[in-house]
């Protein structure tokens, strides 16, 4: 059986750097190394490319980039030969990879950017494409999209900087409360729920610190629930999960820390409605071309209806995370989920 080198990224220029490492951390702990040997690509916040070859703890610890474990490196867009060009004190190694693992959250990692490097370079992604990151990081078109599809989304309105004198009105026919979101970020990074008028100018001010375009989307009531996709042609679907809140919506702290939150799998829903829900959740993966796998969220609200949110192509991948959590809960350990995803690449 063939041994496949893996380019494992991990780090990158993204307010979600540190989640990254926790991830990445997590993904190479669990990598069959009878089956693959992870080839390590650290990014800088900074965008420095390097290839890593100390202790795998230190990426969790973040004390990974540093001159003993690090030399400068690249892709190299040879298609030939496609590999990793590592500066060594005397010449340029290459190593060659047989597929590319971007384990990068948010920006510059998850939105089709590294995705667009190795597709020209001809190395295999695990994960989505150039197209489906793209879209799925911009949640106006990500919404659109799912639309035409037949899937119910919030109602919204997106504003750039020279329209942000138009919002005051865009709120009064959304109503409040509503939420303030950029349209290209992750991890909740930049949004703000919107409970009256005098908090709308602060909320679009945050915003904006993350992306040149917001959207000013109304409040669905009800609740979070996601579902974790796995395949290209033929789906494997695990089992949803339902986000408790005890009070404010799921913002970066809760994600991270569930202070006041918690997560039911499989979600508290009928057994209808649940395959209602992975009937959806499948065709907005479609719709939006994704491949490999990804985590897609809707809203149940309290009408009964499913409302699409966002897809994450990268979801965070900790053995705890939700979609390990979510595959766990139908039979599939956290090393079958990334065996799998790798040979959906590998195997083309």
């Known amino acids: 059986m063939k041994k496949y080198n893996v380019a494992v990224l991990f780090g990158g220029c993204s307010p979600e750097y540190s989640i990254s490492l926790e991830s990445a951390h997590a993904v190479i702990t669990h990598m069959d190394r009878a089956r693959y040997s992870p080839v390590l690509i650290g990014i800088s916040p900074k965008g420095n490319w390097l290839h890593f070859t100390g202790a795998v703890e230190k990426i969790k610890l973040d004390t990974w980039n540093n001159p003993d474990d690090c030399a400068p490196a690249l892709v190299s867009p040879d298609r030939d030969a496609p590999g990793l060009l590592v500066q060594t004190t005397a010449d340029m190694e290459k190593i060659p990879l047989d597929a590319a693992f971007p384990v990068l959250h948010g920006r510059n990692g998850e939105d089709g950017t590294v995705q667009g490097l190795f597709e020209l370079a001809g190395i295999p992604l695990v994960g989505c494409g150039v197209l489906a990151s793209a879209l799925c990081m911009d949640k106006d078109r990500a ?37 303030v979101k950029p349209v290209r970020a992750g ?24 992306d040149d375009h917001i959207i000013l989307e109304e409040a669905i009531s009800g609740f979070e ?25 799921f913002d970066f702290t809760e994600k991270y820390t569930l202070k006041t939150s918690a997560i039911h799998v499989p979600a508290r829903i009928s057994p209808a409605k649940t395959a209602e829900m992975k009937e959806a959740a499948q065709r907005i993966y479609k719709a939006l071309g994704c491949q490999g796998f990804a985590r897609v969220d809707m809203f149940l609200d309290k009408a009964g209806r499913v409302v699409f949110n966002e897809v994450n192509t990268i979801p965070g991948f900790t053995a705890h995370s939700r979609y390990p959590s979510m ?22």
């Open 225 to 249: 629930v996601g579902c974790a996709v796995l395949g290209n042609d033929t789906l494997t679907v695990g089992e949803l999960d339902e986000i408790e809140l005890a009070d404010g919506f």
């Open 327 to 348: 595959m766990k809960a139908v039979g599939m350990s956290f090393e079958q989920v990334i065996s799998n995803v790798i040979e959906l690449a590998v195997s083309g």
């Open 187 to 210: 991890s909740s990074y930049g949004i703000t729920r919107v409970a009256e008028r005098g908090e709308l100018s602060a909320a679009m001010e945050l915003a904006f610190e993350y």
């Open 143 to 179: 919404h659109k999209l799912a639309q035409a599809a037949g899937i119910t989304i919030p109602f919204s309105t997106v504003l750039t900087k020279k329209a942000r004198k138009d919002a005051f009105a865009h709120a009064e026919k959304l109503g409040y409360p509503l939420f």
